[in-house]
């Protein structure tokens, strides 16, 4: 879905910076605090990708319901 390429393509940036800030840390290039940065901006990228899919996942069930496709149910699974 376009959820997931989008997802998939920040992601995957942010796997490379942080490999790339990895490298510079241990060949003593950056500071500790140029490495946190880097590792928080990685896991930022992933929050951001999985909040994009879900928010991607409910418009497509809330279409589906709009549309006759889908029953709604309450918290137990019951149709309502």
Do not use: C, K, P, Y
């Not at 920040?10 to 290039?29: F, H, K, M, Y």
């Not at 928010?55 to 137990?76: H, K, Y």
């Amino acid at each position: 879905t376009l959820a997931d390429q989008v997802g998939d393509a920040g992601a995957n940036q942010s796997e490379d910076l942080l490999r790339i800030a990895r490298v510079a840390w241990d060949e003593g290039e950056i500071s500790i605090v140029e490495l946190l940065d880097a590792t928080d901006a990685h896991l930022e990228s992933h929050l951001m990708s999985t909040d994009i899919r879900a928010d991607a996942w409910r418009a497509w069930f809330q279409l589906e319901r709009a549309v006759g496709g889908l029953a709604e149910t309450n918290e137990r699974g019951e149709e309502r």
